[in-house]
């Protein structure tokens, strides 16, 4: 067998190139956080560029969730710490000063507090999660619920301890707030989730068909959430 290794510089990941007379057809692979395309010997550069290209959004979910799912030490709450919005990871900033703030600046989360303690920091970053999770998630549902053809009478947000959403037949729609930690593609396929709930307040297929139209991949984002949710937290 003839292997020749190389790499590829993708967009915020490295990929270890392997080119062999043993296949006929290309993959990519993300193990341990470690992306590899194995490929026939010949293929050409430009035809690897396009297969890494169009896979890009699937391999950092893949490595998102390698890195969220490793064993980690609990939050300290302390400047240098990494917390994620909508799947990109920042870093926190604690400053002190006269009134309480949080703002996500030059890729940083900047909370500003008259007295530093991890429990203030910790209630300052979630209050924020809360009133951005709200905001997106609104202008969220009254995007897709044009596309499905049904509007909820409101929409909230609450504290869910094993769901990320909730449909009720009055037409309130509530999502966990927890849930805008996880990349966008996902949030939108929760709200997809919910408002087609109230076209079928089931999960039959009439319901899935729903979810369909207009997440194709829902599956994937499915299995996401389920690998993925316990660790979507401040």
Request: hydrophobic letters at 30%; glycine letters at 6%.
């Amino acid at each position: 067998m003839t292997v020749n290794l190389e790499f590829y510089q993708g967009n915020g990941f490295i990929a270890e190139v392997i080119r062999t007379n043993r296949i006929k057809t290309a993959t990519v692979k993300v193990d341990e956080g470690k992306v590899s395309v194995v490929i026939p010997k010949n293929l050409s550069d430009s035809r690897i560029k396009e297969l890494v290209t169009n896979k890009t959004r699937w391999i950092r979910e893949k490595i998102l969730i390698h890195r969220q799912s490793a064993p980690s030490k609990p939050k300290e709450y302390v400047s240098g710490e990494s917390f994620t919005y909508l799947g990109r990871n920042y870093r926190l900033k604690v400053e002190t000063g006269k009134t309480k703030s949080v703002k996500l600046k030059n890729g940083k989360l900047i909370v500003t507090i008259p007295k530093k303690s991890p429990e203030k920091i910790q209630d300052a970053l979630t209050q924020w999660y809360r009133e951005h999770a709200e905001q997106k998630l609104r202008e969220k549902s009254e995007r897709y619920s044009k596309l499905i053809g049904i509007q909820p009478k409101s929409i909230s947000i609450k504290t869910f301890k094993s769901r990320w959403g909730s449909c009720h037949s009055n037409g309130d729609v509530q999502f966990n707030w927890k849930i805008i930690i996880a990349p966008n593609r996902i949030v939108d396929y929760v709200v997809v989730h919910e408002i087609c709930h109230m076209k079928q307040h089931n999960h039959s297929p009439k319901f899935w068909k729903c979810v369909e139209k207009i997440f194709p991949d829902y599956l994937e984002c499915k299995g996401w959430l389920k690998e993925n949710g316990k660790y979507l937290k401040v």
